[in-house]
């Protein structure tokens, strides 16, 4: 992704294992969360939502949690691909849409084949 | 591809100039945000229009202003051009109506 620079979290994983994400946010407030997917070069690309009334939430090869006692989401890929191999974004807002998105800084996914 | 296109990829430009980012929403959304992402900063919300109005202001400088035509695309204005602002703008859009934002492909700023 283009956070080269920033500070971000590594996960190495080896092709075919399943990938965590996690992700914490502060805000109590915060209703509605989002996965977003960055490759190098490219725009953030939406992967998966989840609204507070929700505990989990799956799409395909991948599933979100969220705990909110903990203020927690964690996004799991599944059977990972080399062409997963990309920064990871956690987003939140609050009244249950994209208005006043907050991004998190990140976590950079590496595949080893 | 998300349906948002943003215009030019790249732009590199001098200090203290000016340059216009243009951005087409997906069809259908009303609502159109800007964010710069810099090296050290992560992605920063600067600015939501909906339906032609300003609906949200984040960290965005005064040497920076924005607009969304009839047509509901949008223009991101950057002025005064500084070395820092060197970074990628990214337009993103959504119906407005509590729904997910679709990004674009975003415009790699250079200012020299």
């Known amino acids: 992704g283009e956070s080269v620079g920033l500070h971000l979290p590594t996960l190495s994983v080896q092709e075919g294992d399943n990938s965590i994400i996690n992700c914490a946010y502060s805000n109590s407030a915060s209703d509605y969360f989002i996965w977003y997917k960055q490759e190098s070069g490219k725009g953030p690309q939406f992967i998966i939502d989840?609204?507070?009334?929700?505990d989990k939430r799956q799409g395909q090869r991948v599933t979100v949690l969220l705990n909110k006692t903990v203020k927690h989401l964690s996004l799991q890929i599944a059977a990972t691909q080399p062409g997963d191999s990309a920064v990871y974004f956690c987003a939140e807002s609050q009244g249950g849409g994209a208005d006043g998105l907050t991004f998190g800084k990140g976590t950079h996914l590496i595949i080893q084949p | 591809d998300s349906g948002v296109t943003q215009t030019p990829k790249h732009l590199i430009t001098a200090t203290g100039q000016r340059v216009t980012l243009r951005c087409s929403p997906r069809?259908?959304?009303?609502?159109v945000y800007w964010y710069q992402q810099s090296l050290d900063q992560g992605l920063q919300f600067l600015i939501q229009?909906?339906?032609?109005?300003?609906?949200a202001k984040g960290n965005i400088l005064e040497r920076f202003s924005a607009q969304q035509f009839p047509d509901l695309h949008s223009e991101l204005n950057l002025s005064s051009l500084e070395l820092g602002d060197s970074a990628l703008y990214f337009c993103?859009?959504?119906?407005?109506?509590?729904?997910?934002?679709?990004f674009g492909q975003g415009t790699r700023l250079t200012v020299v």
């Open positions: 069809s259908g959304d009303l609502s």
């Open positions: 993103a859009s959504s119906t407005g109506q509590g729904e997910s934002a679709f």
């Open positions: 229009y909906y339906n032609g109005e300003e609906r």
């Open positions: 989840i609204r507070s009334n929700m």
